[in-house]
């Protein structure tokens, strides 16, 4: 049929049937998700000016808005505009224009519906919300929320009144204040999904009986509404500033505590919260905090672009992991979890089955159907005879961190695993040159140092040895992106990047211990400067043993009849014995109040300094290729606090 004259656009398409109903697609040019950039908001908003015009025609009776890309609906702004538009002179504007977008969308006189695949988060939510009906498809790669928290933000476009209109205080104020990600039932459930359907191919035939039956979303229900009113949501407040100043002080992570004296002013009254929004979104983009935690993202999205230069990614579908023990267990566990075929080898069958239970607790965990579970169950195979070796495309030894024993495996290894089989060790700190020397072929040894625990830290080392070639070690890269982690490539050289820098941070706070400071004052300290735990509670949680090894690769012995060395001889070894530093009690440090001091912030300041002084050092030594690497490797190796931007950028800000 004849189609109308309509704006031209780079990022929507847009055809009307012969029903009359227009089928809006959003595509962003050259990129892999689509966004909604300052062009495509404008194009939308001459688009949505047209569609006024035809529905007061009587030429078009609803509009259905669908992606174009596998990859999901919109991921939200184009984060790679924020720097520009943190300008105060600009952003107001911006964001003007973006609600009264939003706001004649939802005054159009025909249906707007959103057909919702993959991923809808961000002001992707915030144009859904504005729509009169969604549908999402309910699968395991639909995910729906507000990540604007991790950006030092929260919704901009209209979300925060909008979303509690339809899920409830308690629930919109949730996912805003965590940034946490929902399934489609999830979201269904809230109110922020109107239907389900099982396949993508459904979404059309789904939107299409939405717009000619005039579906629309109710909001949520009075019983959802009741904590947004008067003496319930003074309590509300009061609750949500406790459990978020825990986990995100208001002087590192301004964002959340904003949302919340955003919701104390108009969380009775959605409209106003939403006009409110951006008053207060303003200063939070110029912020210090936004601006580190935007070169965090893109450090990190980096990261997870690396591909091999001239160089296939190679088919990697099973692994062989020799090691039982926490470590070797965890990485089976993780590489089963993500579809791979894993065989996991130790001396008996005893010391397997630790691992393998721990194993399906994070299958149960992580998979939401017991068909899901089973099948990752099923994935990882007790193999105490190493027949999985022979057929296995990545082999990763995970044995005790001694020279001579990790120099035995690999020379069993190389007799019997595949010629184009990865080879790789996870040692913490051993040079690979020193294990590999007995091996016929060098080169095909390199390092995966995954970093406990498994499951919760993203980064890979991958280590390369002077033997490696580029390929050897993109295939390394290649299986770290395989199975979802963050590989950051790092020379073999002592303790690599992370346990390097980490170690004389450590070593620093037990020297203090010994010398009679307060193990509680100092993990306080370390707490208020950002980092996720304190020093003494991280050397227990890594291990004593763990971290006396690593200190002697270091060339840092820890003294005869000191404290430290006491407790190893002991066999207190920290949280996986019960007692080290601290005694652990379900899995907890006992710890009494620290004593008062005046200037918690620069004693966590002085604390840091060797880990930040020792980032240099190994930037310098080409231990990895640039200060944005170092930094990205050790706030997700070590937990270096994310809103200063990293141990050399908060050196460069002067803030450590």
Known sequence: MAQPQMPHSRNWRFEIDFEGLGWLTIETPDAAVNTLSREAVAELETLVLRFEDLIASGELNGVILLSGKDSGFIAGADVSEFDEMSDPTVLPAALQRAHALF???????????????????GGGLELALAAHYRIAVD???????????NLGLFPGFGGTGRSIRQAGAVDAMRIMLTGRLLRAREARRMGLVDRLVRHRDMLRWAARRA?????????????RSFMALGPARRYLVRRMREETARKAPPEHYPAPHALIDLFEKHGDDWRAMSRGEIDAFVPLMASDTARNLRRVFFLSEGLKKQRSKGHEAPQLRR?????????GGDIAAWCALRGMGVT????DAERIKPALDRAKALFRKRLKTPTAVASAVARLEADVAGKGLARADVVIEAVVETLEVKRQVFAEVEARARPDAILASNTSSIELERIAEPMANRSRLIGLHFFNPVAQLPLVEVVRSRFNTDLDVSRGVSFALAIGKSPVVVKSAPGFLVNRVLMPYLLGAVERVERGESRELLDAAAVAFGMPMGPIELMDTVGLDIGRNVALELGHPVPEGSRFAALVAAGKLGRKSGEGFYRWDKGKPVKSAPPVHDDLAQLGRDLVRPLVDATVVAVSEG?????DLADIGVILGTGFAPFLGGPLRARQDGKA
Do not use: N, W
Request: charged share 20%; with cysteine.
């Open 103 to 121: 706001d004649r969308i939802e005054a159009l006189k025909a249906p707007f519906v959103c057909g919702i695949h993959g991923f809808c988060l």
């Open 139 to 149: 699968d395991e790669q639909t995910r729906i929320g507000f990540p604007e928290v």
């Open 211 to 223: 717009v000619l039956g005039r579906q629309k979303s109710a909001p949520a229900p009075v019983a």
């Open 319 to 327: 692994v062989h992991v020799i090691g039982a023990g926490v470590m």
């Open 344 to 347: 996991l080898q130790d001396v």
């Open 623 to 627: 231990v990895v290729a640039s200060a």
